[in-house]
């Protein structure tokens, strides 16, 4: 079993900044695809950036220049810097991994708790 513990959400102004940081923990083999989504009240759930274990980075094209997503595998930790925040950013951002538990495994999707971040205007 593996966890996936969120930290960095918070109530910023609109034009600041914060770093979402998204570690895993537990039992595995290895991570694979690791990502960042984000839930504004009465909405789905959208993808906001992802990055492989090979360090291929994707960030959605409607936030590109404001969020960065970054990885340290050493530290099983995926990062989320976002840059001049708006009231559209306000929501729960969770963060996503695909763990391996042996060479062979497809692997299991885990999910975080989610971290509120409130963009006031």
């Known amino acids: 079993q593996a966890q996936l513990v969120e930290s960095g959400g918070g109530l910023v102004q609109a034009g600041e900044s914060l770093r979402l940081s998204c570690a895993a923990s537990?039992?595995?083999?290895?991570?694979?695809?690791m990502a960042w989504y984000r839930q504004a009240p009465g909405m789905q759930r959208e993808l906001v950036a992802s990055?492989?274990?090979?360090?291929?980075?994707y960030v959605a094209d409607f936030l590109k220049g404001r969020f960065t997503i970054s990885r340290d595998n050493a530290k099983n930790t995926i990062y989320l810097q976002m840059n001049s925040l708006q009231f559209g950013d306000t929501g729960v951002y969770y963060c996503?991994?695909?763990?391996?538990?042996?060479?062979?495994?497809?692997?299991?999707?885990?999910w975080g708790q989610g971290a509120q971040v409130t963009v006031s205007t």
């Open positions: 996503s991994a695909n763990v391996l538990s042996s060479y062979w495994d497809t692997g299991t999707l885990y």
């Open positions: 537990g039992s595995m083999y290895a991570i694979d695809d």
């Open positions: 990055t492989t274990r090979g360090g291929i980075m």
